[in-house]
């Protein structure tokens, strides 16, 4: 019987996971403690708190199932954290979700399985992946249910992972709702089978990211104009840290009319903002691209993309350049296009691949 190492959040996504796998395959649990933090956020604990770590292991002891915490914490500040912290110094809106995949759930976690003997990894995400006989490659796909398309679908989120990476991964809720879950975990006696999806970014529990940033880091971020994108000056910002493209509430600034974050200038620290209409761009340049359907294009093609977790994809051609980069356009303006948000590209039901947004 082959091993498989599960990824247990402590939710009831991942928990299911373990349970459906069980009788296949040799499973072990695993919950990664990445942060010191024991928050709570509008009545509801973040992920990586004792009760997670509490909850994970009750499921595993339920089903004699062996249950390890692994302390990740350093290379989650590097890889993720401090990523975070340089993305919006540099005037970036960044992804760490997707950053805690790359390098936390499906690199580190990978390695960390095989010195154990196992050759698959699980966690509870909501996707399928296949191996394509054709192609020669593993494509990683959306979710779906019985009835079609499944709103939990989470492949955005998972674009980066390699075709190593896919070869050794198990998605078992992939063709699941989220209430099929819930119904499979009641019917199974998990602990959980009821407990809320974590929300927010797990170490920024109150959302509020400059303040997460200035304790952090210990530096000032100091006050600023905000201007329209002639220069005219309407205000003062609190520093650019706190605000990203698209923003239009917590501004401070009493427009007379609907004004949105459209930009920032870092030499010159200032905030630009706009009306609705400047908000849409048709064009934007990825970086960092991870291909999954394919190797790296080296002639334009059609697909659709999303620039957002929640959208709708959006019909579009991409362009390779010469310096791996792609310049994208879209059939329609798109809105707030933000730098340091992930496009990713679909075919269909098939993830293509997809980078960062520049």
């Not at 942060?35 to 708190?49: L, M, N, R, V, Y």
């Not at 398309?149 to 989120?157: F, G, I, R, T």
Request: proline content about 4%.
């Amino acid at each position: 019987m082959k091993k498989v190492m599960v990824a247990m959040s402590g939710g009831v996504d991942s928990s299911a996971a373990l349970v459906m796998l069980k009788d296949s395959y040799d499973v072990i649990g695993v919950t990664l403690k990445l942060h010191d933090g024991e928050f709570e956020c509008a009545g509801q604990k973040t992920c990586c708190s004792l009760r997670d770590i509490d909850d994970a292991r009750e499921v595993a002891s339920r089903f004699d199932i062996m249950h390890y915490v692994y302390n990740m914490k350093d290379l989650f500040r590097e890889k993720v954290i401090d990523r975070f912290i340089d993305f919006y110094e540099r005037g970036m809106t960044p992804n760490p979700c997707i950053d805690c995949n790359r390098y936390i759930k499906f690199e580190a976690l990978l390695n960390r399985a095989r010195e154990l003997g196992c050759e698959y990894i699980s966690t509870g995400h909501y996707a399928r992946t296949e191996y394509d006989e054709e192609r020669g490659r593993w494509l990683l796909k959306k979710a779906v249910s019985d009835d079609g398309a499944n709103d939990k679908d989470q492949s955005y989120v998972l674009y980066d992972l390699t075709q190593e990476q896919l070869a050794h991964t198990l998605f078992p809720l992939g063709s699941m709702k989220k209430s099929e879950v819930r119904a499979f975990a009641e019917k199974n006696g998990l602990v959980n089978a009821h407990k809320s999806d974590s929300q927010d970014i797990c170490f920024v529990p109150d959302g509020d990211y400059a303040a997460f940033i200035r304790r952090e880091t210990g530096r000032d971020y100091p006050a600023g104009d905000v201007t329209d994108s002639t220069g005219r000056v309407y205000g003062r910002h609190e520093g650019l840290i706190k605000y990203t493209v698209g923003q239009r509430k917590g501004l401070g600034i009493a427009f007379g009319t609907p004004m949105y974050v459209i930009g920032k200038d870092i030499p010159g620290n200032r905030l630009i903002v706009g009306g609705a209409e400047e908000l849409l761009s048709s064009t934007l340049t990825a970086y960092d691209l991870n291909w999954i359907a394919f190797e790296r294009p080296s002639k334009p093609f059609s697909c659709k993309a999303k620039t957002r977790y929640r959208m709708a994809e959006q019909p579009c051609t991409v362009y390779p350049n010469d310096d791996g980069t792609v310049r994208v356009e879209f059939d329609a303006p798109q809105r707030a296009v933000t730098p340091g948000q992930r496009v990713v590209f679909y075919d269909g039901d098939i993830v293509a691949g997809g980078g960062i947004i520049r």
